[in-house]
């Protein structure tokens, strides 16, 4: 677990899945961003991501194209309309009731995409990233079940 003031992707995927709101208590999409390849920047040093990592809290604007490949996994998300700054972060929000639910609660283990139960992997839906990118503000979540768990989610098909 590290803080990173930025974040190289150079491939990684986008996984997806739902989560129930504890808000509401009905199932909603959730997508978060998995880091395979790239590094880490904090206070001017950098240095390898050498696990498949989860990258949570991203604060930053994002390109276009990176925020569109996510809406199309879960248009739940919501796609910037022109003439607006482009996403300020990739929150996840309930598409019942709008409760934000924040990424600590689906990197868990438990949770959605760090599922106890290895049946409930092949409920996650994993698609690679179109492009390498940098995100400015994020912080890199190492979670030692994630690399193996990836392999059962990309394998899936
Ligand atoms: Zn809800």
Redesign the pocket.
């Given at each position: 677990m590290d803080h990173a003031m930025k974040v190289d992707l150079d491939a990684g995927y986008w996984l997806t899945a739902t989560h129930r709101?504890t808000?509401?208590?009905?199932e909603?999409p959730v997508t978060v961003l998995v880091v395979t390849e790239g590094c880490e920047h904090w206070n001017g040093v950098m240095w390898s991501i050498d696990q498949p990592s989860f990258v949570i809290d991203v604060g930053c604007e994002l390109p276009l194209e990176v925020v569109r490949q996510r809406w199309l996994l879960n248009p739940n998300l919501g796609m910037p309309t022109v003439g607006e700054r482009t996403v300020s972060d990739l929150a996840n929000v309930?598409q019942?009731?709008?409760?934000r639910i924040e990424d600590d609660d689906l990197v868990e283990p438990g949770g959605p995409f760090l599922p106890s139960n290895p049946a409930s992997a092949v409920l996650v839906s994993c698609t690679p990233l179109e492009q390498p990118f940098t995100a400015n503000e994020a912080e890199v979540w190492e979670e030692d079940a994630l690399p193996g768990l990836l392999q059962r989610f990309s394998q899936r098909d």
């Open positions: 709101c808000q509401c208590r009905h909603a309930c019942h009731c709008g409760t």
